[in-house]
């Protein structure tokens, strides 16, 4: 990342990001977030501040969430010591599990948190957007369970390549709207979500579906996403009987990441890093590695660190993960990137997919491919810290990614059928 910050400023950062004080009263980590909106958006944005303000933290509304997480959601998730992968990498393993939750993945916290505060700030009807379609099916089903009506906006391009995510938006009572304007996949969507709410932003709640977006949203994806954080730092605790030298996770938006990175913030001793899609190169338009190829902007209604080209537009992204295809990222990572708190990497396309068949030979789990690139960077952690303890932020399955993984994987297998055994032990005779 190209960022002009004096050295006194990343110290007065870091010390503001260890003592847990961002974001600050204007929603700012650092230099990054803040409001960057039409006027006719602040009423409501300010509106939503002071809700959460008045409700998140309220002993009944958390005692609601929490039912909601436990008896519905399936939380706690399991976290899982990954005995073979830390046997085949020489270091020690652990996979927080959001894949087992209801709707295969971390978006299910945010998505039935938010819900149920849009119900407390007395919202009719809810508006979303997506992209791959995983967080517009995690707000399909949070709508569904609390009864509110649902209507998510989504470009034309996704709803081809996700149809089976859109017929499950249906079945689940949700309005999905095709977005033919701009680039008709997620950057679209958001604006046109947007819209909406403009225009009814008091019966109108906005669920924002990653650590994005105008302050407040960072900070409450983030509050809502430190579940996995805080339930894998006891887990770690009592599993493991110690805390990790490192936790991990993918970074496309940034909130499965947020959320587990969040509660080890203060630990000093724990190194956090972000995996970001490299896609098939460092190249412009052939990555979605935002903290490692962009500059500062404003996307979204954000201050944050972007994909742009040398005249500031924004960039086209690749990923072979559409969850990570996002050429921003929240602010706080890269404030967290800023004070030196957190370090980001990339893992490819090939890295990806070669960790997907890895974890689940190895461990009997099919990663999403998301979360593949997380894996994938444990690997190369592991490689340079014999030995050494991480964690590793599992964020989804991969039962979404069938087809990727038919067109790639899979017809690698039918070309080379002893690619499947690598790393199994033999068959014992009997
Ligand atoms: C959406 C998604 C992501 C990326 O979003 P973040 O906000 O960066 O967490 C990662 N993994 C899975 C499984 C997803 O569905």
Redesign the pocket.
């Known amino acids: 990342m190209m960022l002009d910050m004096a050295q006194a400023d990343r110290e007065r950062l870091l010390a503001e990001v260890l003592a847990g004080r961002l974001p600050d009263a204007r929603g700012r980590f650092g230099p990054f977030g803040g409001r960057y909106v039409p006027e006719t958006l602040i009423p409501a944005l300010e509106r939503l501040e002071q809700g959460i303000r008045e409700q998140l933290h309220r002993e009944d509304f958390q005692a609601a969430l929490g039912s909601e997480l436990r008896t519905w959601a399936g939380r706690p998730t399991a976290l899982t010591h990954a005995a073979r992968l830390s046997a085949r990498w020489g270091a020690d393993i652990w996979l927080k599990r ?2 087992l939750a209801h709707t ?4 299910i916290n945010n998505a039935i948190g938010q819900a149920l505060l849009a119900m407390r700030l007395g919202a009719q009807r809810i508006v979303a957007e997506t ?2 379609g ?2 517009g099916v995690a707000s399909a089903a949070a709508c569904a369970r609390l009864g509110l009506p649902c209507t998510v906006y989504m470009g034309e391009v996704d709803m081809e390549r996700q149809a089976p995510n859109v017929g499950r938006m249906r079945l689940l009572g949700t309005t999905v709207i095709p977005v033919k304007s701009g680039d008709r996949t997620l950057r679209a969507a958001i604006d046109e979500a947007i819209r909406d709410w403009v225009s009814d932003p008091l019966n109108t709640y906005y669920l924002l ?4 977006g105008p302050h407040p949203y960072p900070y409450l ?1 983030r509050e809502l ?1 430190a579940v996995i954080g805080r339930e894998a730092r006891a887990q770690m605790l009592e599993q493991a009987g110690a805390l990790p030298d490192a936790v991990m ?11 587990l990175f969040h509660p080890f913030v203060t630990d000093s001793a724990v190194d956090i890093i972000g995996i970001e899609a490299g896609g098939r190169g460092a190249g412009l338009g052939e990555n979605a590695a935002t903290l490692a190829f962009g500059r500062p902007g404003v996307l979204h209604g954000c201050y944050s660190i972007l994909l742009q080209d040398a005249h500031g537009q924004v960039q086209e992204t690749h990923s072979i ?4 295809d ?1 050429s921003s ?2 602010p706080e990572h890269a404030a967290l990137l800023a004070a030196g708190r957190a370090r980001y990497e990339v893992a490819s396309d090939d890295e990806a997919l070669a960790a997907v068949k890895e974890c689940c030979e190895s461990e009997g789990i099919l ?5 593949a690139h997380a894996i994938a960077g444990a690997k190369r952690w592991a490689a340079s810290h014999r030995g050494g303890r991480i964690l590793v932020g599992l ?3 991969g039962d ?1 990614d069938m087809s990727t993984l038919q067109q790639t994987l899979i017809a690698r297998l039918d070309r080379d059928p002893s690619g499947a055994t690598e790393g199994r032990r033999s068959p014992v005779s009997s």
Not at 104 to 107: I, P, T
Not at 249 to 259: L, Q, T
Not at 321 to 324: H, I, K, P, V
């Open positions: 959001e894949d295969g993945a971390h978006k992209g791959a995983q967080h579906g990653s650590a994005i994806v996403q996770a993918c970074v496309g938006g940034g909130s499965n990441s947020i959320g993960s559409a969850g990570l996002y990222v929240g990663p999403a491919l998301e979360s964020s989804g399955r979404k």
